[in-house]
Every structure is written in structure tokens, then in C-alpha cells.
């Protein structure tokens, strides 16, 4: 399954999942990261590996 994922902002680290039911855990997401567990339509997902604490949407 092709990740469908919606940008707020070029530079957001974080996108939305578009696809229809969401996306399996295992799906590869544009530059890389790997889904750990299953992501429901409509939520978030980092687009980077983030640490702990890191704030997320828009890098300045």
C-alpha cells in the first residue's frame, strides 16, 4: 500500500494519514521512518524520528 500523507507546511516533521483505513504497522513513509504499530486514517505521523520532548509541525 502506496502512504497517502497530507502536509500542513513543507517543513512540518509531522503529516496526517490520508489513506482509506488508515496505514498498517510496517508501511515505509516518505524519507524513510518505518510504522510501528497501525495508524487510523486521520492522525498523525511523524515523518522523522523524533526524541523525546522534540517539538513537532513547522521547523524553523
Given at each position: 500500500m502506496t502512504p497517502i500523507v497530507i502536509r500542513m507546511h513543507e517543513r512540518d516533521n509531522v503529516a496526517i494519514v490520508a489513506n482509506d483505513?488508515?496505514?498498517p504497522a510496517g508501511t515505509v513513509l516518505p524519507g524513510?521512518?518505518?510504522l510501528v504499530e497501525k495508524v487510523p486514517q486521520g492522525h498523525k505521523v511523524?515523518?522523522?524520528d523524533l526524541a523525546e520532548g522534540a517539538?513537532?509541525?513547522a521547523t524553523t
Open positions: 483505513g488508515g496505514l524513510g521512518p518505518t511523524a515523518l522523522v517539538r513537532c509541525g
